[in-house]
């Protein structure tokens, strides 16, 4: 790689970011384009929001929001091929369950009907729930909630999901698109040439015609430390905001995890807006290894952004996700967690911090940035962008193609 700053490395395409969705993105653009030259780029210092081995993966949204519906399910669609072809399996089907009002229940219902996803449901008057799904507390659900279930949905490894979309990119580029450990700090679009450039901390130097910005919670401070989000187009982007969350890793025997709770699927429960995985295997160090359920979820805790420069950003949000999370968001996750799961020998408890970017409509972000209207930025994952991050690169991929075509047009 060209470590010269006078002399750029010169590509077709700079994906910033090699999380779910980035690398979803880059592969895309090597399938529609196999001749193109794409540079991923992926931090050696900065935390990904999806380190760990789990996350739900529903063909619907739990919010009941069309968008995400659509994105959800067009990505599940393609989970058995991507893995066929890359020969690597990140997808792990275990059904998605919703507990909640009769409303919440037929918002989700009403999505897998139109979409005529098989799907069960059953209502709580009598202990129903708990009575399909034994490992459930008999007593604690709400005798007025009702559930529905589909075995459509499970759960995505985000590395090995990673893994597989980078394997599937070379093998489309032929070797044309790469994967480089590196930061990307300062993107730039210059005016006159309309051309991109990407310099990292390791001192090389991109030139490109378009830029993906995937970095997950990172990309709107790189965009604003860019100076990417000073006009009108870009200021909705702008009010992108960053999320502090706490997961509860709660370690179950083996023999609870391949017996009691073997059909366990992920669960999203209204009451406290919770969700639920089945056991994973975590192979240590942290936590040490053993079968674990994850808890997550509660109220949203933002990071201040009255000054949102990039260097307190980095600092505050190595700082967080170093930390063992909110030990208040802990305890109540704990208890909802024994509430739901009364018969469960539970070993032990882990705390995790974790982050996500949001957006007040709670909409995703995919936003053309820059003077050259040759940077795409993607933002506000809402905490669900890596089941859908299939379809949500697929997206990106389509405007930078489309961006990339706008600037070489005659
Ligand atoms: C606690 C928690 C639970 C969640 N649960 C779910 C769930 O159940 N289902 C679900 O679908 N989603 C879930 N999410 C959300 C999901 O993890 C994110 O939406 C998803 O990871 C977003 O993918 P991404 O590729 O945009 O970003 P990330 O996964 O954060 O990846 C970004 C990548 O970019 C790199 N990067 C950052 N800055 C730079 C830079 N300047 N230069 C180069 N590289 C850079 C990072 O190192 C990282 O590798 C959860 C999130 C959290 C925090």
């Not at 005798?143 to 489309?172: C, F, I, K, T």
């Not at 860019?226 to 006009?231: A, M």
Request: charged letters at 25%; aromatic letters at 6%; a negative charge.
């Amino acid at each position: 790689m060209n470590e010269d700053p006078r002399t750029a490395t010169r590509v077709d395409v700079v994906v910033a970011g090699n999380g779910p969705i980035g690398a979803a993105c880059a592969r895309h653009v090597s399938e529609r384009r196999p001749e193109l030259r794409v540079a991923v780029l992926d931090s050696e210092r900065l935390r990904s929001g999806s380190d760990d081995l789990g996350r739900i993966a529903r063909p619907l949204d739990a919010e009941g929001r069309d968008e995400w519906t659509a994105l959800n399910a067009r990505s599940i669609d393609g989970f058995e091929e991507a893995e066929r072809l890359s020969g690597i399996q990140f997808f792990t089907r275990k059904g998605s369950l919703a507990i909640g009002s009769e409303a919440f229940v037929e918002r989700g219902a009403a999505r897998l009907r139109a979409r005529g996803v098989t799907h069960e449901r059953r209502t709580n008057a009598d202990g129903g729930v708990a009575e399909a799904w034994g490992f459930l507390a008999r007593d604690g659900i709400p005798s007025e909630y009702e559930a529905v279930w589909d075995e459509v949905g499970g759960y995505v490894n985000p590395h090995a999901m990673r893994a597989a979309q980078n394997a599937l990119m070379r093998r489309a580029s032929e070797g044309r698109a790469t994967v480089t450990r590196t930061t990307c700090e300062r993107v730039e679009s210059n005016a006159a040439t309309g051309e991109c450039e990407v310099r990292t901390s390791t001192g090389e130097t991109y030139a490109c015609d378009v830029c993906v910005l995937a970095c997950g919670f990172y990309t709107e401070p790189l965009a604003r430390e860019c100076g990417l989000l000073t006009d009108d187009a870009s200021a909705d982007f702008g009010d992108v905001k960053i999320a502090r969350r706490t997961v509860l890793l709660a370690e179950v025997l083996e023999s609870e995890a391949l017996g009691a709770l073997a059909t366990m699927p992920t669960i999203k429960y209204e009451a406290k807006s919770v969700y639920v995985l089945p056991p994973i295997y975590y192979p240590g160090p942290e936590p040490a290894p053993g079968w674990y359920i994850k808890i997550g979820g509660g109220p949203l805790d933002y990071f201040d952004k009255s000054d949102p420069s990039w260097a307190r950003t980095e600092r505050e949000l190595a700082d967080w996700m170093s930390s063992d999370g909110d030990e208040v968001v802990a305890d109540q996750l704990q208890e909802i967690l024994f509430h739901l799961f009364p018969s469960t020998n539970f070993q032990s408890l882990t705390s995790k911090a974790c982050a996500y970017s949001t957006s007040d409509d709670g909409s995703l972000k995919i936003q053309t940035l820059g003077p050259g209207a040759n940077i795409i930025a993607v933002g506000a994952c809402q905490g669900k962008g890596a089941g859908p991050a299939d379809a949500i690169g697929a997206d990106v991929a389509e405007r930078a193609l489309r961006a990339l075509d706008a600037r070489r047009a005659p």
